[in-house]
């Protein structure tokens, strides 16, 4: 079968499946250019048949990944029990809803798609792009968001080409939707600013435990409860937390104000708790399993600190996370359903996140003649020639291949640095990615090297999705990647998968001693990774870094050699 899956809220995104594999998956963001592009995907929908040289005509069949009539009794039930505090709800869910149903006929006029069409309940599409991709016969299946029509968690188990449900936690009750308001009440962007919230947290202590513990409690083994009296989200509100939340925490934050201690003892208080509610639910989902892997998807899924403290401390001994966690892999997920139930085996193990376009050499060198930049350069030993580059200290622009699906830039649309030296997170954070100086920078480390510099990093870590402790030892030889909490978010690099960033990093070790180099995305604040050669030579051109390496082709600034 040929199968098209796709998401149309945040994030939106589109994946091609043929034959049970994964063969295309874009998200509509690398051509909007809207970060967290919200709504229907066209350019992504088309890039993924036509890169496969295929016409709607060939496509069997379409999955969304969000059923409409799952659970709306349950919300308009919820709306009136609310009134009149939900007013907003029915001036926007509503449309949402209509959108949702009118989605085959958008497929059939946008694209002439005559195929088959299939919702696909959320959270199912999530648990499939956690099991179907892993390289687990038998595993537990966590997922955990904002919401899913009307669940907010699933809890399951997954065997061969089969998941079952063993718990659900319905709305409002959501840790996404917790870590969305306080995200919001610390002055960041919903659906965005999570990942800020995350690597702000160690720079505080969790000293709100005890106004936490108001706001979310325990209920039973395997769920909670969130006071509603702290948000304002289950109302249809734009401002997630209530009056009472600032009431008990002190005033929000401005966006773009000064952050003080009391913000970044918040940040720390919601990632423990966030952590240990996740680690009760994984507890009581091994024993009700006994299943010794865990499959995790759901937006929460992408908190690598939280993901590497359940490796560490909860029962289970192996994790997978696939790399597109959030509502874009959703869509990957309900198309391997779909492919599932046609008769193909969707049981492919994923290791290699690099599913979206590639642009030619001849591509490459005609945006650099478009862009008048000179000298450019074709080093015959092009990763010695980069090697020697960043061993000098200098900040380089990686775009080769075809580009990472997920919010991580993974060695094919990255920038890269020297991680051993101290003042390079301050530069990439001032000079180049003109962003907050706490955030942190992660590495990206040969496989056969990472268990030899970072704790428990025994496995392979391909999707940048764990955080592990930098060897006590090796700290001091790579402050770049090192967090104020001794921590990093860890890329492990196999030279099966990724021949030229392994032999760059490599080349970097034979010069340096260290296997390893910073590993960021290629874009400016507030914009989506780089996808075609030209954005990647104006991003280069806009900010200090000193080379762009374009395919075999190599700029330098002047001063940079």
């Known amino acids: 079968m040929i199968v098209v899956g796709f998401n149309a809220t945040h994030d939106g995104a589109a994946i091609l499946v043929r034959d049970g594999v994964v063969v295309a998956a874009v998200e509509e963001e690398r051509f909007s250019r809207r970060k967290h592009h919200n709504g229907f995907p066209r350019d992504a929908l088309a890039w993924v048949v036509e890169s496969q040289g295929l016409t709607w005509s060939d496509v069997d069949a379409a999955a969304f990944y969000w059923n409409p009539y799952r659970g ?25 809803f209509g959108d949702f149903v009118r989605m085959p006929r958008t497929l059939r006029e946008t694209f002439g798609f005559r195929g088959r069409f299939r919702y696909v309940d959320h959270h199912v599409g999530h648990a499939a792009s956690a099991f179907f991709p892993s390289a687990f016969e038998r595993a537990a299946v966590m997922t ?14 997954g065997e061969g080409d089969v998941i079952r449900s063993w718990r659900e936690i319905g709305y409002p009750h959501s840790l996404g939707k917790l870590y969305e308001a306080v995200t919001q009440y610390l002055g960041f962007r919903v659906n965005s600013g999570e990942g800020k919230v995350m690597g702000l947290a160690p720079y505080g202590t969790p000293r709100f435990r ?18 509603r009296r702290y948000f ?67 937006g929460v899924a992408l908190n690598c600190v939280a993901n590497g403290r359940l490796l560490r401390e909860s029962p289970f001994e192996r994790l997978f996370v696939q790399p597109a966690a959030h509502d874009s892999g959703a869509g990957l997920g309900a198309a391997l359903i779909v492919a599932r139930d046609g008769g193909d085996d969707v049981r492919r193990p994923m290791v290699d996140a690099r599913l979206g376009a590639a642009y030619s050499d001849e591509a490459c060198r005609a945006a650099l003649e478009a862009a008048s930049c000179g000298p450019v350069a074709t080093p015959p030993d092009l990763v010695g020639h980069v090697a020697e580059r960043l061993a000098a200290g200098k900040i380089v622009g990686w775009f080769q291949g075809r580009a990472e699906f997920g919010p991580r830039a993974l060695g094919a649309r990255s920038i890269l640095a020297d991680p051993r030296r101290a003042d390079m997170k ?43 402790a930098v060897a006590p030892a090796r700290r001091a030889s790579v402050p770049g990647i090192t967090h104020v909490d001794g921590s990093a978010r860890v890329q492990t690099v196999d030279a099966s998968t990724s021949p030229r960033f392994h032999a760059l990093l490599r080349a970097f070790e034979e010069r340096s001693g260290v296997p390893m180099l910073i590993n960021t995305s290629f874009n400016r604040r507030g914009e989506p990774i780089v996808e075609t050669p030209a954005q990647a030579i104006d991003v280069f051109e806009q900010s200090a870094m000193d080379v762009l390496v374009l395919g075999p082709f190599v700029v330098e600034k002047p001063g940079a050699a």
């Open 72 to 96: 709306l009794a349950r919300f308009g039930a919820h709306v009136v029990r609310s009134l009149p505090r939900s007013l907003r709800y029915m001036g926007v869910q509503p449309g949402i």
């Open 144 to 157: 955990v968001d904002g919401t899913g029509e009307w669940t907010t968690t699933f809890l399951g188990v």
């Open 210 to 227: 005890a106004e936490f513990e108001r706001i979310i409690r325990p209920h039973g083994e395997a769920s909670f409860r969130l006071d």
């Open 232 to 298: 304002g989200f289950h109302y249809g509100h734009p401002i997630k937390y209530s009056p009472r939340l600032v009431a008990l925490l002190g005033p929000a934050r401005e966006p773009e104000s000064a952050i003080d201690d009391r913000h970044r003892d918040v940040a720390a208080t919601l990632q423990a708790i966030t952590e240990e509610h996740l680690l009760r639910l994984a507890a009581a989902l091994h024993r009700e399993t006994g299943a010794d892997a865990l499959c995790l998807a759901g």
């Open 426 to 468: 301050d530069t990439l954070n001032a000079r180049v990615k003109h962003r907050e100086g706490f955030r942190p920078f992660a590495p990206a480390v040969t496989r056969e090297a990472a268990a030899e510099w970072f704790v428990g990093c025994d496995a392979p870590s391909p999707f940048m999705l764990r955080a592990f």
